[in-house]
């Protein structure tokens, strides 16, 4: 029902931008969030959303490089990445919430009941 795209190989200081496109049912009244999953690394959180984009949070290595936004008319969630390092290259997931117009953000991925099946990002130094 989630479909993340837009991965790809890129040297370090470019950009890439994830896309993640929902089917089956509409989550523009869901909570987003975007995680990581590198080699060998347990999956973190990157980045989340409130159902109405008014409450958004970071983690702190992303900080002022990755932008996460949401397109309701595309039932889409976006991850504009910048200024990327080697230190970005994972499997980038993206997750909802399913609770309706929640106005709270989730950085625990337990809290998440629909997942992407995930998009490889590989930033070359």
């Known amino acids: 029902q989630l479909q993340a795209s837009g991965g790809g190989l890129v040297q370090a200081g470019g950009s890439l931008r994830l896309s993640c496109a929902a089917s089956?049912?509409?989550?523009?009244?869901?909570?987003v969030g975007w995680f990581r999953q590198a080699p060998g690394e347990e999956r973190e959180f990157v980045a989340a959303m409130s159902w109405s984009g008014g409450r958004i949070y970071y983690t702190d290595s992303v900080k002022g490089r990755f932008t996460i936004s949401r397109d309701n008319a595309k039932n889409t969630v976006y991850l504009q990445m910048n200024s990327l390092t080697p230190e970005d290259t994972a499997v980038y997931y993206c997750?909802?919430?399913?609770?309706?117009?929640?106005?709270?953000?989730?950085?625990?991925?337990?809290?998440?009941?629909?997942w992407g099946q995930g998009t490889l990002v590989t930033v070359s130094s």
């Open positions: 089956g049912r509409t989550f523009t009244n869901f909570p």
């Open positions: 997750g909802a919430k399913h609770a309706y117009y929640s106005g709270m953000y989730y950085t625990d991925l337990s809290e998440y009941d629909y």
